[in-house]
């Protein structure tokens, strides 16, 4: 499999965009082609266990890396029981037709385990293969940070250093990535707001020079080996609720989607796997009040928000007004023609605006994309309704997902809500939504409890410069 950019030229394989999403002109890199999966083949992967469906859904994509070395990778990255529930991805249904998609069993209670854990096993083998070594620099407002250094945690030939605005996380994330005491993973909590993080982070990465001495690279959403990974759990979705359907009427057989969305990595992933022909009818993009998505999914205009005009909400990673990923998905509705998905690029940085309204009607009747926007409000009694109906206690985030799914619920096609975090992350507005604490369980209290590991440090690129020059891996 080829990997292409989506504004021209090729970019090699699997493992060469693995460590490397940005193409040089810009582009993201897409496959050339994007597999497809019969009927048949979906019944052939009904019987497998989440690491083996991980296997073939990610080995469509990645080619160039032997089945059986895959099957080790999956394995480690989905056992060794770092994922609480025994099937790793656990299905539950919580009424008005919705189903819970457990994807927050991993170590930091949240989905980007899904797809980081298996990226940190991906790395460590692709850079063994090419004798390299690789220093992770990346900021973080909260969940990306803390899943990137405990799936990277421990290794031999990656180490991660990562910028988190001091004062500005709650404490469960500080804990959840300051009390790791790993030699590769470097916490640095700068004087600052996270946009100050992330544009010490952009300095040093485009310092090219810098970059290349000191083997930096990133983990950040764009990376396709995430994307990809990712793909599996929406098929592994579709297979356990179709194991309860008539084996004459599963091929046939639509469920739809609600995504808790921020930079588009997720629900991406749901495109591909609607596009690779898994029965999904419709993809129910979820924003928060940062709702630059819902607008652009109702309007054609995409219009991205600076970073003073982006909202502080209570579904905080969320909170973006920039998704990195929607050029992959423009790029399919503009036919995968890159000249025309480098213009609306160009035309973005001209008048930070793309109009795409000209293709609003194929949104929906040809991606199945609808969208809508939940606000504080609505996620407190979203919270508060599921919790007195089911028993079920939702975060913030899936909350913001189930609100807006209730619009799109129709007779006979399940509503698979994506959980995107546990609860206990966010224990102040459970609280506020239900009156009643989240006690911590005794894994959460000992990490809140354990000596943190951080270094604090100005909004000083020369020190940061100097700090990385000592620790980098060569
Ligand atoms: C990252 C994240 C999201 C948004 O996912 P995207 O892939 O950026 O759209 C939603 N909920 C939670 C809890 C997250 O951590």
Request: aromatic fraction near 8%; charge should be negative.
């Amino acid at each position: 499999m080829q990997y292409i950019s989506t504004r021209g030229g090729t970019l090699g394989q699997f493992s060469d965009v693995l460590l490397e999403g940005l193409a040089p002109n810009g582009g993201l890199a897409v496959p050339e082609t994007l597999p497809r999966l019969s009927a048949e083949d979906l019944e052939r992967l009904r019987p497998l266990s989440y690491p083996e469906l991980a296997t073939e859904i990610i080995g469509l994509f990645a080619t160039d890396i032997p089945r059986d070395d895959l099957a080790r990778l999956t394995a480690a990255a989905y056992g060794g029981g770092k994922f609480a529930a025994d099937e790793i991805v656990p299905l539950s249904e919580i009424g008005e037709g919705m189903t819970l998609v457990g994807l927050s069993e991993g170590p930091t209670l949240a989905f980007k385990d899904m797809a980081m854990q298996f990226l940190g096993e991906a790395l460590e083998y692709v850079l063994e293969k090419n004798d390299r070594v690789l220093n992770v620099l990346g900021a973080t407002s909260g969940d990306t940070g803390s899943a990137a250094e405990h799936a990277l945690r421990g290794r031999d030939r990656v180490s991660v250093f990562m910028l988190s605005p001091q004062g500005r996380m709650s404490a469960f994330q500080r804990a959840q990535m300051y009390s790791l005491q790993d030699e590769n993973v470097h916490n640095i909590a700068v004087e600052g707001v996270f946009d100050d993080c992330q544009n010490l982070v952009k300095r040093l990465a485009t310092d090219l020079d810098f970059k290349r001495a000191h083997s930096l690279g990133a983990v950040n959403s764009i990376n396709f080996g995430r994307i990809s990974a990712q793909i599996a759990y929406y098929v592994w979705a579709w297979l356990r609720v179709t194991d309860k359907v008539a084996p004459t009427e599963r091929a046939d057989f639509q469920v739809s989607f609600a995504v808790p969305s921020g930079n588009f990595g997720n629900i991406l992933s749901g495109h591909y796997a609607k596009s690779m022909g898994v029965p999904i009818r419709t993809l129910v993009l979820a924003s928060n009040e940062n709702n630059v998505l819902d607008e652009f999914f109702r309007t054609g205009h995409y219009r991205p928000r600076s970073a003073e005009n982006t909202l502080a909400t209570s579904s905080p990673s969320m909170d973006v007004s920039r998704a990195s990923n929607l050029e992959r998905f423009v790029f399919d509705l503009l036919g995968r023609d890159p000249e025309r998905t480098a213009a609306a690029w160009h035309e973005l940085e001209e008048r930070d605006e793309i109009d795409l309204s000209g293709e609003l009607d194929r949104f929906e009747s040809e991606f199945g994309i609808v969208s809508g926007t939940s606000t504080h409000d609505d996620r407190i009694a979203t919270i508060r309704e599921f919790s007195e109906s089911s028993g079920v206690i939702l975060d913030p985030h899936t909350a913001d997902g189930a609100k807006v799914a209730r619009a799109h619920v129709e007779a006979g096609i399940p509503m698979l809500v994506l959980e995107t975090a546990k609860p206990a992350k966010f224990a102040d507005l459970i609280t506020e939504a239900l009156g009643t604490t989240v006690e911590p369980d005794a894994d959460t209290q000992a990490m809140l409890d354990a000596p943190a590991r951080v270094t604090n440090m100005p909004h000083d690129e020369q020190q940061l410069r100097a700090y990385i020059n000592e620790r980098a891996l060569r």
